[in-house]
């Protein structure tokens, strides 16, 4: 079953955050770093789990995740531990996703 592109959005961004949050400075990636790692991958499987089991769809669950993401993205730009240029980048994609994702979620409220 081919997955709609939000979940290969969502899978992309959780990549990418891996990749940067890896770099954090050693005294933010036990806390800040650890809770945007889990938030991403707990919005990946759950989008996944979503779409494949319909019984089991939890988009505001999801969405939930996209919110912590965002404080969390935030905090990082303030404290200037991601580069403007990678806060942007993830900030964006993120963005993204919370509106696929609410179309998703607005589509199943009208079915």
Not at 32 to 55: F, H, K, N, V, Y
Not at 76 to 104: D, F, R, V, W
Request: charged residues 25%.
């Amino acid at each position: 079953m081919k997955l709609p592109p939000v979940y290969t959005e969502t899978y992309h961004f959780t990549i990418e955050l891996m990749r940067r949050t890896a770099h954090l400075p050693k005294a933010y990636r036990p806390t800040l770093g650890r809770r945007m790692e889990e938030a991403a991958m707990d919005m990946t499987i759950l989008l996944r789990q979503s779409l494949l089991t319909p019984s089991q769809r939890d988009y505001a669950g999801i969405l939930s995740r996209v919110d912590t993401l965002k404080v969390c993205l935030q905090l990082a730009h303030e404290l200037e531990i991601l580069s403007p240029h990678q806060s942007m980048a993830l900030s964006s994609s993120l963005e993204k996703i919370g509106k696929m994702l609410g179309g998703l979620q607005k589509h199943q409220k009208t079915t």
